[in-house]
């Protein structure tokens, strides 16, 4: 079966502290490792496609890298705004049809 | 701008109602999908389409139906058969295809007394 297991389920930071988000899967095929970003009471916002191991991805204070069996979010220096749940889901094919399989986030606070 | 809205941000209901969520999508994707968001659990998926008049069933279908007339609309209707209807709903829509990522509206928070 297809799992997606984020850890850890919340991290506090205190400002500049620099971290790491951690997703581990078990998927047959892997199609596509995708990190989203959630506010509270919003949907999901989408960050970044990784599609191989050793690929690698940065945006602002955040960077994904992927291995084959886990996907890493580093956190450079991050302040206040960076607050949020990240959600790691990866692709897989299921019933025909490609699916995301999500899992159940990490929610990291940044304290000033 | 092109995006994915959903309405209403929030709902209420009486125990027994159906009630129909509204997706639209201006992204001119042709896959789109319906999840639910509870506390503590991952996003699960309830239905997806990836044509017109075409839709499959996901991992929690039971007691949702949708409909697919227009590429641009996937409406999800809770029905009363749904047990525990109160929840975070969230559509999303996506380019077809393999390792194509998903872009989601912001939601309907939907809650049945």
């Known amino acids: 079966e297809d799992q997606v297991t984020q850890s850890p389920e919340a991290l506090r930071l205190q400002e500049g502290e620099s971290s790491s988000l951690n997703c581990s899967y078990t998927v047959s095929g892997l199609r596509g490792l995708f990190w989203y970003r959630q506010d509270p009471g919003k949907g999901p916002e989408f960050l970044f496609t990784?599609?191989?191991a050793g690929e690698e991805k940065e945006k602002e204070r955040l960077k994904a890298t992927l291995t084959k069996k886990e996907s890493f979010l580093h956190i450079t220096a991050p302040k206040p705004e960076d607050s949020a749940t990240y959600l790691c889901a990866v692709q897989a094919f299921q019933g025909g049809s490609e699916k995301l399989v999500f899992g159940k986030g990490t929610k990291l606070t940044v304290n000033p | 701008d092109g995006g994915i809205t959903q309405s209403p941000k929030y709902l209420f209901r009486k125990e027994g109602q159906n009630v129909t969520l509204s997706c639209e999508q201006n992204?001119?994707?042709?896959?789109m999908y319906w999840y639910r968001q509870d506390p503590g659990q991952g996003l699960r998926l309830i239905y997806y389409?990836?044509?017109?008049?075409?839709?499959q069933k996901g991992d929690i279908a039971e007691g949702y139906s949708v409909s697919r007339e227009k590429k641009e609309s996937f409406p999800l209707t809770v029905t009363s058969a749904q047990k525990n209807p109160t929840a975070f709903y969230l559509c999303?829509?996506?380019?077809?295809?393999?390792?194509?990522?998903?872009?989601f509206g912001p939601g309907t928070r939907l809650t049945v007394t």
């Open positions: 999303a829509s996506s380019v077809r295809g393999q390792g194509q990522e998903q872009y």
């Open positions: 389409s990836q044509i017109v008049n075409d839709f």
């Open positions: 990784l599609y191989s």
């Open positions: 992204l001119n994707h042709d896959a």
